[in-house]
C-alpha cells in the first residue's frame, strides 16, 4: 500500500526557516517525480514545487523561487522541502504527492505556521 | 498562468439529485489535461478524474467528467451522503500547474 508521511511543519517566525520531510513506502520512489502542494487555511490548492524521479530537474511557483528548495534521498524514500525567509503568507497544510502532473496519492499533510 | 475559475462556489443539493460543477479556464487546457478531485474537512485531496474523463481508480461510475479547450464539467449523477464535500479541479497542461479555488457541495 502507497504511503506517505509528511513531518516537520510547525510556528515559525516571519524571515525563519523550516524543512519537511516526506517518507514514502508501499512503491519504488525513485521511479517517480513528487510534488509538493500546498493549502493555506480555507483556501484553495497552490501547487508548490516538482522534483524529477532523479533529483535533476525540479520546478518551483513564482511565490516561492529563491526561497524554497525542493530535494530527495532515494536511498532512504524521502522527499524534503528546504522552506527559507518564510512568509505569513506562506502559511498552510502542506502536501506531499507522487506524479508529475496529476496526483492518485496524498500524504496526510503538515501544518506550517508562519507568524511572529 | 492559467487561470480556473469554479462554479458555483456552493451547490446546496439533497442526497439522490444530480451536481453539476463547472471549472472554466482562462485559455485553453492543451490536450484536456485536466483532473477533479474531492476533498472532506481534514482530509488530504483524492484524486477523481483525470484526462478530463478518465476516472481514477476505485472511483464509482457516478462520477463522470467531461469537456475540453476551456469548459469542463465534473457530473455526479446521484448524490450519496459521502459525496457532501469540496472539489478541485486543477489543469497540468501548462506551468505552473493551477487549480480552481474549489466547489462545496453541502446537503440542502
Known sequence: EVQLVESGGGLVQPG??????????GFTF?????????????????????ISDS??????????KGRFTISRDNSKNSLYL??????????????CARGKYYFHWWGQGTLVTVSS | EIVLTQS?????????????????????????????YQQKPGQAPR????????RATGIPDRFSGSGSGTDFTLTISRLE??????????????SPWTFGQGTKVEIK
Open chain 1, 82 to 95: 528546504q522552506m527559507n525567509s518564510l512568509r505569513a503568507e506562506d502559511t498552510a497544510v502542506y502536501y
Open chain 2, 8 to 36: 458555483p462556489g456552493t451547490l446546496s443539493l439533497s442526497p439522490g439529485e444530480r451536481a453539476t460543477l463547472s471549472c472554466r479556464a482562462s485559455q485553453s487546457v492543451s490536450s484536456s489535461n485536466l483532473a477533479w
Open chain 1, 16 to 25: 525563519g526557516s523550516l524543512r519537511l520531510s516526506c517518507a514514502a513506502s
Open chain 1, 30 to 50: 525513485s521511479s517517480y517525480a513528487m510534488t509538493w502542494v500546498r493549502q493555506a487555511p480555507g483556501k484553495g490548492l497552490e501547487w508548490v514545487s516538482v
Open chain 1, 55 to 64: 533529483g535533476d530537474n525540479t520546478n518551483y511557483a513564482d511565490s516561492v
Open chain 2, 81 to 94: 451522503p459521502e459525496d457532501f464535500a469540496l472539489y478541485h479541479c486543477q489543469q497540468y497542461g501548462s
Open chain 2, 47 to 54: 484524486l477523481l478524474i483525470y484526462g478530463a474523463s478518465s
